[in-house]
């Protein structure tokens, strides 16, 4: 640590810092530095998405790396664009940090983007940002994608005798979370970075699946290709996403609990885990890398479990978060 | 008023009295509603700028309206793309406010970027969104513009011997920004919303400039189709911003200061009046709207006036804000 902070810097060597570490798109035909970017759109369209991570609400800063909230804003991001079934082409950022932040964080920020980009989506890349200063830590990121000609694949197309598969961990993200919250706070309930670095060590899959998550980027397209009817980002947990659907669809979802897993639960209610649920004709065979969870039947926007109603819950941005929580 | 706070509203009933008063965007081919939207990019590219606005650093609440953020959110972005010679078509607008913000709030930041796409950019529209909870309220808006086939217009391409000129205010936002930071202050320096309304009220124009800025969005099209070599948005001062197009176009630029009006000062050093700064070969009639400031001379990225040097002074997001001061 060199105790450079971003205000102890100037704005060209903070850009200067950073640019290096960003990656290329494929896509851009004029990157950072002017008013604007401009990027390819192959088929006359772009897909569009655009999603905050907020330190307090969404992050804290005891728990996850300066690589871990780069990784993460841009693995909830490219999976919304491969719900649509298009492929990612382009992020731009938007970084808000208070005056004193270490450069390492704005930096490790860049090499969490740069490296979930490669990891996820390669050839996708930060065409594009700003950055202000702020009492909160924001990161604010919009994704583009590319449909490569094919039609996007909605919520609303699921028919009854679809086949109800997913793609990606579900219920790990939220598991790695209520971890978090029970083993690595202090006695009065704070987050805590020595018992998260234990507990980090402890369960590597659920916590990195709450703080730096893999979702399965590329099989967004590869399932518009198969012929998913609709699909959507389990960003809120499968009940709650899974009702979206079925009511975006005016269908049932009807989830058999032997392919729920060992957990559930956290498998229904555990957000985060930005897996892909998508519908197939009951003929289809399933790409690689999804897995059949139950059946579509006819119904008014209900999710059943073995036939039975199940409470979807419910979430909101502005239950349970109280600044004073820190 | 109605006492109705984001924390209890469910997020669907704030969704449903947000997304009637956002404006349609020509371009939509998918709006908000599934993961991602889809846009038309009508010559198989599309033009992408994001900024942030933030409590405290950008904006003071007892100064601004609810009506006024949206509309400077939305202005700024769109004279980003406009600074390229598009034309602008849509915009995603990510919003972070605590959860005791008044719903009425988030509706005045909502009608205040509708009412601008109308005035400033007819057929521009909010195609998407994300809604958080965040202790700082914040904007984030990424706008997207479509070049019509034209090549966009960089800040690198200004020749020695083009006309420099502008279209739109110089000066004006950085005088209202004075007039509220001299008079629409407590004693002890924290901003006033009486003594604000009563400083709006003498001198409706800068505070406008600076609180709603009405940049010449249409103007950037029109100077591309006009033959602009180079042109951007200026957002940090008439010397700051000649000097970046200066630098990027290894020339030098020399205003006269008969053109620079009765306030040279704040002509030259005001931000954030994001009035449009332009290059032309020196044959071209000025498209109506542009006046011409001076001219582009060889040399390596100085800034004259009437031939002498001039010191661009310097701007940085991380000076001059402390979280401490309100």
Request: glycine share 12%; net charge negative; aromatic share 4%.
């Amino acid at each position: 640590m060199t105790n450079e902070t971003l205000a102890s810097l100037s704005e060209a060597d903070v850009l200067s810092r950073i640019f290096p570490r960003l990656p290329a798109a494929s896509a851009q035909l004029l990157g950072p530095g002017d008013d604007a970017a401009v990027v390819a759109a192959g088929d006359g369209r772009f897909v569009v998405t655009t999603d905050m991570m907020i330190h307090g609400p969404d992050f804290r800063l005891a728990w996850s790396t300066p690589h871990d909230l780069g990784w993460k804003a841009a693995a909830t991001n490219l999976s919304d664009v491969a719900a649509m079934g298009a492929v990612p082409t382009a992020l731009v950022v938007a970084i808000a940090a208070p005056p004193h932040t270490p450069i390492e964080t704005i930096e490790g920020i860049a090499d969490g983007l740069r490296d979930c980009c490669a990891a996820l989506a390669p050839g996708c890349g930060v065409v594009g940002g700003d950055l202000s200063a702020s009492d909160t830590l924001t990161l604010a990121v919009t994704a583009f994608g590319d449909l490569q000609g094919r039609a996007p694949v909605l919520r609303s197309g699921a028919q009854p005798g679809d086949i109800i598969a997913a793609a990606g961990t579900l219920g790990d993200a939220g598991r790695g979370l209520a971890l978090l919250f029970s083993e690595a706070v202090t006695e009065d309930g704070a987050p805590d970075a020595t018992s998260a670095a234990r507990v980090r060590a402890a369960a590597p899959e659920l916590i990195a699946a709450q703080l730096a998550p893999s979702p399965p980027i590329s099989l967004g397209a590869v399932a518009a290709t198969a012929g998913a009817t609709a699909m959507l980002d389990v960003s809120d947990g499968l009940a709650i996403d899974a009702g979206r659907l079925a009511r975006a669809s005016s269908v049932s979802v009807d989830f058999d609990s032997a392919e729920l897993g060992a957990h559930p639960q956290a498998v229904l209610h555990g957000g985060e885990d930005h897996a892909l649920l998508a519908t197939f004709p009951a003929a289809t065979a399933l790409p690689e890398g999804f897995r059949r969870l139950g059946t579509v039947r006819e119904g008014d926007g209900v999710v059943l479990v073995d036939g039975h109603p199940h409470d979807q819950g419910g979430w909101d941005p502005y239950r349970g978060w109280d600044g004073a929580a820190g």
